[in-house]
């Protein structure tokens, strides 16, 4: 089964958590697909979650009070995890173009793709999961 996860939502709990959760997710199910040969996970990044291509640097710790958030998130390691786990990573063009983001940015590995051909993309999978 060749399932497609959409994730168009950034930096959502990545300030208070060690993980960006569906990053951390997709993770954890290619851990379970390298079993099978048949499964594949796709990563598409749409939206604001555009802006994790380009992410070089860690979160900042966070503090409140005397607590600290000694191992925060690290999306730039996240991406490369899944990439060098081969789990195709595909991003927007135009949702990079919108938000003045340089395709010469990209980390090796990041596959761009156009709108108009989302359709096949989508085509292509068994299920999509849009987060």
């Not at 060749?2 to 950034?10: G, S, T």
């Not at 938000?99 to 989302?118: F, K, T």
Request: net charge negative; with cysteine.
């Amino acid at each position: 089964m060749k399932v497609l996860q959409i994730l168009d939502q950034a930096f959502r709990t990545v300030v208070e958590e060690q993980d960006e959760t569906i990053l951390w997710l997709i993770q954890c199910m290619q851990k379970k697909v390298e079993l099978n040969d048949i499964d594949q996970i796709q990563l598409l990044l749409t939206g604001q979650a555009v802006y994790y291509t380009q992410q070089q640097k860690q979160q900042p710790p966070l503090k409140i009070g005397d607590w600290v958030q000694t191992q925060p998130a690290n999306i730039n390691k996240d991406i490369g995890n899944l990439i060098s786990s081969h789990i195709p990573v595909y991003v927007v063009y135009e949702d990079l173009w919108d938000r003045g983001l340089e395709m010469e940015a990209l980390r090796e590995g990041i596959q761009v793709v156009n709108r108009e051909h989302l359709a096949s993309l989508f085509e292509q999978a068994d299920q999509i999961w849009h987060w």
